[in-house]
């Protein structure tokens, strides 16, 4: 029968291992957990590996030991534990009680003095110890019985001993390595031991004197005239220094073994607090390692609706209610004809399902659905809402999003996945989506799967959807969200879903002739590379390109990586005008990305029905708060090639009838920052409707505005734009091509004319520092956790960060304010143009040639009017017949 085992974990030598090991991780508030995740990963790791019975975590006090009694010295001048580490320590214990793990600390006694105790009490009784620490210390507790593993190579390996370990590797026994310390001493706890001796003269003398006494009443027997002088001088330094190492073995503490049996841990205490310091894969984990713990979520009995009397009967107690919760399960990539199998509703505290075998019973929804009077609240409804609308019901007074909301809780969070949500916010097992359909191309669709998973699926997130509410809503209004959430973006989803299902018009005959154009210029080029190389190679290959510069063709390498040579395009720019074949390389790269993303990749998005583009707009993915698009990216459309920009030419209005009116906010972001850091020079440019880098140019550079070159405007621009990002010297050095000492010239310049600016980008990253979290105009709020990073680039990227999103994310949030007032105004006109795009800080209307000036007059008035800064806001229209002509 195998023996029983204990693990006796030092806890301060574990900690700090892990601390010093893991780079630094910070949550949104910044809070410090990199000590903590090691610690935990490494206790995961102890308990598979060894599968121990019993264990125990022993932590040093802060109060004096009998060691500081008997040397004032002991530990002096030891380096103090850095405060982002002493701040983990309570977190830690806090996380072994949710372990519902045993811990122990005494004042008077070390951590080593506990786990010597411990570990003799539990030699006796014929349990195991295995001994996990830093320090070497304890090496002296090694046994037949005990082990003793050293964390070695940070935390990423352990180094294992027992007594003929330990005699293997030092040629002593343990008992005799406590005198070996107290020869040679120990500089990390400022024990003195014999001065001069270290571990090699050390373990020669204990080899043969086998302690310190017998060495001291024997010194006549040592051979070296200048050893024995020493040993005799400090003979009695030796004595203290071995009692100061010498780890207790009994320690008044009363224990027994049932107090060191391993429990079941807290599971919902564990996964509360590995949610605050945002332990993903630790909850993760918990997930699958305790599913049998898991509580699945306590679903309500679904009534199913297969008749329209039973239709009649909820819809009764809907409008008596006033309010629905609902999922719409749906399937199919074309925006307009999505497939519903299956609806889900709570009505009250009652569960409700029907599928769209009857089409009777969907088109008996459709008064409710659209009933403004009735609350709808759900998860990403922006997709039920797309649902329903390929069946002609439009969904009205949309309430409450749970994904939106939480986005705006936790705008850098990586998944907004229901099940995680459950699982964090309830702990409750919910299934996910990827679970219910599989992925790739083992994926199904909602139309295949069971009923009843179908039932299972949508009131689980329904139920999510109700057990969560009031919980997010209070923080909302903790972060003073509320206007932003129900005014903004809850506002946006009808729109987005609006301008998605819409899509924009695309020319494919004319994609296709660029397409032609960027193939002939990529032939042509293909051909010159060539020629230039003297063979013919594979462009494409990194490699092989790789040889051909540096091998063939005797360019100096400026990188290398692991593979063999980098040609990525930083390279290839450094080396533009050392050979001819560098500018076609470059060139040819540019038209073959052009060619697959922005034609081939265009080409196969089109709407085979509308012949349009149908981009998603997504609310939940950019930190600023910037609506993104994908599926093609519409944002993304190349502007500074020439040949970028023809693509641009096949984005066209949806019939003759129409044009492209495209209102641009002009300067948007630096009109921000002039608003919020009120400095007088920038507000007083814009007032006067000055050519703002013409202006900054003049006061930089000491000028009158008219003698202000081109030249001396775009490096104003330059900095102009670079303060906004938080440029640094080297930064705008490599954008102007000029000195680093000349680009610190410019900004130190411009902080000396625009002293507001300065304070305020000065403010912001203390305030980032002090809060953890930056917000903007309308309190949209990011945490930036790498403010106070040790490591110089972590830290100034988070100061870059905190003075930006104030400016980006607020021009964020005026656009989107922009686009639900003309939105709202063509729609209450009852006007034929619509609002299809949004990219960055411009709107694109497709306009009824009927109704130009009367939409101009729309866009300049609630763009302009959005919201009140000190400086006005500006906006720069142009129509055309493309997208092309509108720019």
């Known amino acids: 029968m195998e023996n029983k085992k204990i693990v006796i974990i030092d806890g301060n030598s574990l900690i700090n291992r892990t ?89 008077g006694y070390e951590a080593d003095d ?143 073994l049932g107090e060191f049996e391993i429990k079941n841990p807290n599971e919902k205490a564990l996964v509360e607090i590995f949610n605050r310091l945002e332990f993903r894969k630790l909850v993760e984990k918990l997930k699958i390692n305790d599913e049998s713990n898991e509580q699945p979520m306590n679903l309500l009995e679904t009534n199913i609706i297969d ?58 929804l459709k008064d409710i659905f659209e009933d403004s009077n009735i609350k709808k609240s759900g998860y990403l409804i922006k997709k039920d809402l797309l649902a329903l609308k390929s069946y002609g019901i439009f969904l009205k007074n949309i309430a409450f999003d749970l994904a939106i909301a ?15 949500i459950a699982y964090e916010y309830l702990n409750e097992k919910v299934m996910s989506e990827e679970e219910l359909l599989g992925k790739g191309k083992k994926r199904i669709n909602f139309s295949e799967v069971t009923r009843e998973k179908l039932i299972e699926y949508g009131g689980c997130i329904c139920n999510t959807v109700i057990k969560t509410k009031d919980k997010v809503i209070e923080k909302l209004k903790e972060y003073d969200m509320e206007k932003l959430y129900y005014e903004i973006e809850l506002a946006l989803v009808d729109i987005l879903a609006d301008m998605e299902y819409e899509g924009f018009m695309v020319d494919k005959e004319t ?135 023809e693509i641009r030419k096949v984005f066209i209005p949806k019939s003759e009838e129409y044009l492209l009116l495209d209102a641009d906010y002009s300067q948007i972001e630096l009109r921000v920052l002039a608003h919020i850091s009120k400095d007088p020079n920038f507000i007083e440019a814009f007032h006067k409707e000055q050519d703002i880098h013409t202006a900054t140019a003049s006061k930089v550079f000491n000028m009158p505005m008219e003698e202000v070159t081109s030249l001396e405007r775009s490096r104003a621009k330059a900095v102009n734009f670079g303060i906004v990002y938080g440029i640094s010297d080297y930064g705008l050095s490599e954008n102007l091509h000029i000195t680093k000492k000349e680009a610190q010239k410019y900004i130190d310049e411009y ?84 609002l299809i795009l949004q990219v960055h800080d411009e709107l694109i209307i497709e306009v009824h040639k009927d109704e130009i000036e009367e939409v101009k007059e729309i866009l300049k008035s609630q763009m302009e009017h959005a919201l009140h800064l000190d400086v006005p806001l500006k906006v720069d229209m142009n129509i055309g017949s493309s997208w092309y002509e509108t720019k």
Do not use: W
Request: glycine fraction near 6%; aromatic fraction near 8%; charge should be neutral.
């Open 114 to 256: 506990l786990i010597g105790t411990i570990a003799k009490f539990c030699e006796e009784r014929d349990v195991y110890p295995i001994i996990i620490t830093g320090d070497r210390d304890a090496l002296q507790l090694a046994s037949d019985k005990t082990k003793v593993l050293i964390t070695k190579k940070g935390i990423s390996e352990l180094e294992e001993y027992d007594e003929i370990g330990v005699f293997e590797r030092y040629g002593v026994t343990p008992k005799e390595f406590i005198d070996l310390k107290g020869l040679m001493g120990d500089k990390s706890d400022n024990i003195p031991g014999v001065p001069g001796i270290g571990e090699k003269t050390g373990i020669k003398l204990i080899k043969e004197f086998k302690s310190v006494e017998n060495l001291i009443n024997n010194l006549e027997n040592v051979a070296s005239d200048k050893l024995r002088d020493k040993l005799e001088e400090f003979a009695q330094q030796a004595v203290m220094s071995k009692r100061l190492a010498t780890i207790m073995l009994d320690v008044p503490v009363e224990m027994s």
């Open 751 to 834: 902080f000396n004319k625009y002293t507001g600016v300065k304070a305020y980008m000065e403010n912001i990253v203390i305030e980032g520092k002090e809060k953890g979290y930056v917000t903007t105009m309308l309190n949209r709020r990011r945490y930036i956790p790498e403010l106070k990073d040790k490591n110089f680039n972590v830290r100034s990227f988070g100061e870059r960060t905190a003075m930006n999103t104030p400016i980006q994310g607020s021009a964020a949030d005026i656009i989107k304010i922009a686009m639900i007032k003309v939105y709202e105004e063509l729609k209450n006109r009852n006007l034929k143009s619509k």
């Open 511 to 645: 994609l296709n002739e660029i397409g032609k154009t960027l193939d002939e210029k990529i032939n042509g080029l293909t051909e010159e590379i060539y020629d230039q190389a003297g063979e013919v190679f594979n462009i494409n290959s990194t490699k092989q390109l790789g040889v051909i510069l540096f091998d063939k063709l005797g360019l100096d390498p400026i990188k290398k990586t692991k593979t063999g040579y980098s040609t990525n395009i930083e390279v290839l720019e450094k080396l533009y005008n050392k050979h001819n074949i560098v500018p076609n390389i470059i060139e040819y790269r540019q038209m073959v990305k052009l060619k697959s993303t922005y034609v081939d990749g265009l080409i196969g998005v089109i709407n085979h029905t509308t012949h349009k583009i149908h981009s998603s707009f997504n609310q939940t993915v950019t930190a600023t708060g910037r609506i993104s698009s994908t599926e093609p990216n519409l944002q993304n459309i190349p502007i500074k090639m020439d040949v970028g920009r």
């Open 406 to 420: 939480l986005y705006l809780l936790e705008p850098t969070r990586k998944s907004y996945e229901i099940s995680d």
């Open 307 to 364: 008749t329209v009397e039973e239709i009649d009967l909820l819809k009764k107690k809907i409008k008596k209610t006033g309010e629905i919760y609902l999922k719409v399960l749906h399937d199919g990539k074309d925006v307009r004809k999505n497939i519903i199998s299956g609806i889900s509703l709570i009505v009250g505290e009652e569960s409700y399902f029907t599928d769209t075998k009857n089409k009777e019973i969907i088109n008996g």
């Open 19 to 107: 601390f010093y090991a893991l780079p630094p991780l910070t949550t949104k508030e910044g809070v410090h957990t990199n000590a903590v995740y090691g610690f935990v990963n490494v206790l995961y790791r102890i308990l598979e590996d060894y599968k121990p019975d019993y264990m125990t975590v022993a932590f040093d006090r802060k109060a004096p030991t009998f060691r500081h009694v008997a040397f004032d010295a002991y530990k002096a001048g030891r380096k103090k534990m850095p405060s982002e580490l002493g701040a983990q320590l309570p977190i830690l214990k806090e996380v072994l009680d949710a372990f519902n793990m045993h811990r122990v600390e005494i004042d």
